[in-house]
């Protein structure tokens, strides 16, 4: 009879109790404190929601009344609503507590969420987020993009005044 041969530089096979297998996705629950989202995500409903807001608050500031006043008021609290909720599953994401999204009003906390990647896998907060769709990948560039562009402008239109300036008066003829 012969006896099966095990190697023993081989590598353990049996399973680890307190080692979990990633379960998937979770789930997305726009309003709701539970799960996670990813940097991109995170940067897409806060463009997302901002841009909502601008539109709705200046379209609501043009007509006068109390009433407009009042619902640029709830318009306001239901957008720091959102954007907290939006903070709470962003640092779920970073596997720190919620209660971190209070420091966000420090801008250097605000920009490394933005950078900071998050946990791979499942942490103590749930599955991973989803991946992101197409439309998420736009809305979420789209504020870094429109803030570089605004960047050049903000360079580049003086200095073209300049020039257009120094090549008038080069052409005026001098008088003598």
């Known amino acids: 009879m012969s006896t099966p041969v095990t190697n023993q530089y081989a590598p353990p096979r049996a399973e680890v109790g307190d080692m979990?297998?990633?379960?998937?996705?979770?789930?997305?629950?726009?309003?709701?404190a539970r799960g996670r989202i990813g940097r991109l995500r995170y940067?897409?409903?806060?463009?997302?929601?901002?841009?909502?807001?601008?539109?709705l608050v200046t379209a609501l500031a043009m007509s006068?009344?109390?009433?407009?006043?009042?619902?640029?008021?709830?318009?306001?609290l239901v957008f720091i609503w959102f954007s907290v909720l939006c903070g709470i599953k962003r640092c779920h994401d970073l596997n720190i507590s919620g209660w971190w999204t209070l420091t966000s009003v420090i801008p250097l906390i605000a920009l490394a969420w933005v950078f900071w990647p998050g946990s791979s896998g499942d942490n103590r907060f749930g599955p991973p987020p989803p991946p992101n769709t197409l439309g998420v990948r736009i809305l979420g560039l789209l504020l870094p993009v429109v803030f570089f562009i605004g960047l050049l402008a903000a360079i580049a239109l003086p200095q073209y005044k300049q020039y257009t300036d120094r090549a008038r008066a080069a052409q005026v003829p001098t008088q003598r």
């Open 20 to 32: 979990t297998r990633a379960s998937g996705v979770g789930e997305l629950n726009y309003f709701s």
């Open 64 to 76: 006068p009344g109390i009433f407009a006043s009042l619902v640029m008021i709830a318009l306001t």
């Open 43 to 55: 940067l897409a409903y806060a463009t997302g929601a901002s841009m909502i807001f601008n539109v």
